[in-house]
């Protein structure tokens, strides 16, 4: 059955926001509970948490909910009573397809509040569809993956404990797999998570190499000596605070198996690593790496070209030097960046601006720029043989 | 849903240089024939007319690294990595089910197949060689003749009295200092005998020297087999057929069933006689299963080549020349052994992409660039082919859905390479003494089938399962001829085209006599 209406809550969250987009591209009709209205083509009816569903809604056979909002204000009591609310008025008004958002952190005994605050919420909801969620990352940098992009940036990471796997999924295979279960493709308590255990630093390391072209050297640190962090850091001003929830709900996550569930919902989740190439940052650090690389090259790119490299490195960014690429080029083309460095400059030669640059000056001229680079080339030789041999 | 279409006397598969040399003569002899031909919508011509225009054409990188998709590395040819070369080989070993190991299997749907890129030389076997061919040196010297004059050749000339102005410069000062020195033993060299015309004739035009052979010659000047359909064409006992994929052979009350795809249709074709030229592998892979001889080992000979650079040094640096001719332009044979021939060609490298030799510099790339820039116009490239007995691969045809799957093992012996490094030795001790210098680290050995030379997996008179008689009929499938490189006994270090073509040529002679004398008989009854 599909529903060609959606309830949400929490639509102007990370996930909520891209939810109502898909749902709405879908040719859903899309209703916003909420302190505001939500994007053009919504409906909106007031409603915080707490309150049970407003009775002015459309409910035909067709409406699933889909309660995603989260009050970090109202407490335990707050969040757990109050889902409890909507979802009991939900069933009272005949609305079939109840979907809670919960966690993948969703335990009795979990380190953080949040992860216990899910497992009760979940209690509370009988006949309700339970959807567990991993690591989500894409998109806007918007919410913990906003704060990861944030932490990939840094020269070097502290981190928990960086060998505790996590399950990433993206953005977009979060909503399909939301809208597949609205569809009432699955029910019960279903993991909406990554099919593979990923080592929370390696999330963090693809994320540095794929929208920052660099190796993130990351120095793993006890829980215990985190959490003093934390408690420091939120006493000290000017410089960003570390949240506690955040690091016990990372800390917290047990494995779950979700392969079954996935394909209960019939979705396809891909790796981290096949997908963060073609997310915008991705997309942007690629064309800087060919930028970097066709002007090292000897050219001056143009959009077209940068768009030809990116075209023949799928695989997206890699590890580059951001300066002195001359002294760092390795010698040979077996190395990853001695084989993009050798894909550039064929681009940079079968280009004009490289047949501008190889085919103008005269014959003395060029073969006495030449002997003088050559010359230069054999200072470079011990620096760069340094560079090939360190890789 | 099968539908059987259009019958005809003979049915020949494929349009390259061996179907259409086999048509000629039936056709010649009022013999109904029917081509069918997988190719569908045509190759890409050069976007430019000559080799400056595309040189500073701003979308030159289009044309020759293509518009997406990954760059191929400077290990594959220059030869196959052109636009033109990309679009004639693509498709064609997963139509065709190929399966290989250690093997370049080529091979190409388009109209023409692999002559749409082959080098164009169109060397002829010696006559040690042709014993090995039935009907011997009289027979093929013959057809040697009627192909050279249908598709027209030039070169071929002694280098003492050959016009060496229209050689790239490093060649030319190559074949000079040769043009002045005494006969040295187990070293020959003439101008490239190519497939080439010098001048107009039947709607081709003679070679403008524009420099564009790789990107697809638009003048017509580089012979493939495609421009001879119009010709055949005019008969009116020939028709024509393109997207038809044959998939299997079959036989049904005493005539050919030829099962093809088109689009997702099967069709079925009938004909007392089948003449398979579709290329070594694919030829192979439809005579094997319709004998029944699938899972079993066949030999599949290819010429064992490589690579090796020059350099004349007083031509480096100058400006690259507004007119060129990429393919072939010297043309040598080689004593690597005692009785073993190497032959290969000697090209300039001014209408090539700078990256094979760029790569393998140890400079910075900017350096390498430029450096590779100005060694271009001063580069003299040879190749270097070893006897197809010197190879060492197998394949093996299975039935695998409708179109079968072969599975090819290439292997390069130890010997094949020990010849390949005596033949570069004594190549460069030769060119050194005509005044260019072998570049170290220019050496280079392809893969078994780099050389796109197939052949032999069905020899005429073999005395294997797998084997054809003297007129190419497969053994145990009368009424099936092979007319392609299949049928090959023996693989010489000479480019093996002309030859494939002189013998389709022959075979197609004899089909039409047996033709003939079968319907004479009818008409006498």
Redesign the interface.
């Known amino acids: 059955m599909t529903a060609d209406h959606i309830i949400v809550t929490g639509g102007t969250g990370y996930i909520g926001a891209r939810l109502i987009e898909t749902a709405l591209a879908q040719g859903r009709a899309v209703t916003v509970l909420g302190r505001r209205a939500g994007p053009p083509g919504t409906r909106h009816a007031r409603w915080v948490l707490g309150d049970p569903l407003p009775d002015t809604l459309d409910r035909t056979s067709g409406t699933a909910l889909i309660h995603l909002a989260h009050d970090w204000a109202a407490g335990e009591d707050g969040n757990v009573a109050g889902s409890a609310r909507l979802f009991a008025s939900a069933a009272d008004a005949g609305i079939a397809t109840r979907i809670f958002v919960s966690s993948q952190s969703a335990r009795q005994d979990a380190l953080n509040r949040y992860g216990q605050m899910k497992w009760a919420t979940e209690q509370r909801l009988a006949g309700a569809t339970c959807l567990r969620v991993g690591l989500v990352y894409g998109g806007p940098r918007a919410a913990m993956y906003g704060l990861l992009c944030q932490l990939a940036r840094l020269p070097a990471l502290p981190m928990i404990e960086p060998g505790r796997t996590v399950q990433p999924i993206h953005l977009d295979e979060v909503v399909r797999g939301m809208l597949a279960a609205a569809d009432r493709r699955a029910g019960g308590v279903l993991a909406l998570a990554g099919p593979d255990q990923v080592p929370f630093g390696d999330v963090l390391r693809a994320l540095s190499v794929a929208f920052n072209g660099k190796r993130l050297p990351i120095l793993p640190i006890p829980l215990r000596f985190a959490l003093l962090a934390c408690a420091v850091s939120a006493r000290l001003p000017l410089i960003p605070t570390i949240d506690r929830e955040r690091v016990l709900g990372l800390a917290g996550t047990e494995p779950i198996d979700s392969a079954l569930d996935l394909a209960r919902l019939g979705l396809d989740v891909e790796p981290l690593r096949l997908r963060l190439p073609r997310e915008i940052a991705g997309r942007r650090a690629l064309l800087s790496e060919a930028d970097a690389f066709l002007g090292?090259?000897?050219i001056r790119p143009t959009s077209a070209?940068l768009r030809?490299y990116a075209?023949?490195?799928p695989e997206g960014a890699i590890v580059r030097p951001h300066w002195g690429?001359?002294w760092r080029?390795p010698?040979g083309?077996a190395t990853p960046l001695g084989k993009r460095?050798?894909?550039?400059?064929?681009?940079?030669?079968?280009?004009?601006p490289?047949?501008q640059?190889?085919?103008s000056g005269s014959?003395?001229a060029?073969?006495l720029?030449?002997a003088f680079?050559?010359a230069f080339?054999l200072l470079?030789?011990p620096s760069?043989l340094i560079a090939s041999l360190a890789r | 849903m099968n539908r059987v279409l259009r019958d005809a006397d003979v049915i020949i598969v494929g349009s390259g240089p061996a179907g259409v040399s086999a048509a000629w003569p039936l056709l010649e002899a009022g013999v109904n024939v029917l081509m069918l031909d997988a190719a569908g919508g045509d190759l890409p011509s050069p976007p430019q007319p000559d080799l400056t225009a595309l040189?500073?054409?701003?979308l030159?990188?289009r044309t020759?690294?293509g518009?997406?998709?990954?760059?191929a590395?400077?290990d594959v040819s220059p030869k196959f990595a052109t636009l033109l070369a990309r679009r004639a080989l693509a498709g064609f070993g997963e139509s065709a089910g190929i399966v290989a190991d250690d093997f370049m299997a080529l091979g190409a749907h388009a109209a023409g197949g692999l002559s749409r890129i082959w080098g164009a030389l169109a060397t002829r076997y010696d006559d040690a060689d042709l014993a090995a061919f039935p009907g011997g040196v009289a027979a093929m010297r013959a057809s040697y003749d009627r192909v050279a004059r249908r598709i027209g050749t030039s070169g071929g000339e002694d280098i003492a009295s050959a016009d060496l102005s229209a050689l790239a410069p490093p060649v030319a000062h190559l074949a000079g200092r040769h043009r002045r020195r005494i006969a040295t033993s187990g070293f020959e060299m003439i101008t490239a005998p190519n497939a080439v015309l010098a001048e107009d004739r039947e709607g081709r035009r003679g070679c403008s020297a524009c420099g564009l052979c790789l990107q697809g010659c638009s003048r017509g000047s580089i012979y493939h087999s495609a421009l001879e359909l119009p010709a055949l064409r005019r008969f009116p006992n020939f028709a024509y057929r393109g997207n038809v994929f044959v998939q299997r052979l079959s036989t049904h009350a005493g005539e050919q069933l030829v099962e093809a795809r088109i689009g997702r249709e099967a069709v079925r074709f009938r004909a007392p006689t089948v003449v398979l030229a579709a290329g070594t592998l694919a030829t192979t892979s439809l005579a094997l299963r319709r004998i029944g001889l699938t899972g079993v080992r066949v030999r599949l000979e290819s010429n064992p080549v490589g690579g090796i650079g020059f350099v004349v040094p007083r031509l480096?640096?100058?400006?690259?020349p507004d007119r060129a001719f990429g393919l072939g332009q010297l043309f040598y044979t080689l004593e690597a052994g005692s009785d073993v021939m190497a032959a290969g060609v000697f090209y300039g490298a001014d209408t090539l992409?700078?990256?094979p030799v760029?790569?393998r510099m140890?400079?910075?790339?900017?350096?390498?660039?430029?450096?590779a820039?100005?060694l271009s116009p001063a580069l003299v490239l040879a190749t270097a082919y070893l006897p197809g007995r010197f190879s060492d691969n197998h394949l093996v045809v299975e039935e695998d859905g409708a179109a079968g799957r072969i599975r090819i093992t290439g292997h390069q012996t130890g010997e094949a390479q020990r010849l390949l490094g005596t033949t570069f030795d004594r190549l460069a001790r030769h060119v050194r003494q005509r005044g260019a210098w072998a570049i170290p680290g220019s050496r280079q050995m392809l893969m078994p089938g780099a050389d796109a030379h197939p052949t032999g997996t069905l020899p005429m008179r073999g005395t294997g399962p797998a084997a054809t008689d003297a007129e190419g009929q497969v053994v145990g499938a009368p009424g099936v001829f092979v007319a392609d490189g299949a049928a090959l006994p023996r693989l010489s270090a000479r480019h093996p085209t002309l030859t494939i073509m002189a013998n389709a040529d022959r075979i197609g002679r004899l089909l039409a006599s047996r033709i003939a004398l079968t319907s004479g008989i009818a008409d006498a009854g």
Do not use: K, N, Q
């Open positions: 090292h090259a000897g070209l030809r075209r023949a490195v690429l001359r080029e010698l083309g460095l050798r894909i550039a400059a064929r681009i940079a030669e079968a280009s004009a490289g047949e640059m190889l085919g014959r003395p060029r073969i720029r030449l680079d050559g080339e470079l030789l760069r | 040189r500073t054409d701003a030159r990188w020759e690294l518009a997406t998709g990954p760059i590395g400077s480096i640096g100058r400006s690259l992409p700078l990256a760029a790569d140890p400079f910075t790339r900017p350096v390498a660039l430029r450096a820039r100005a």
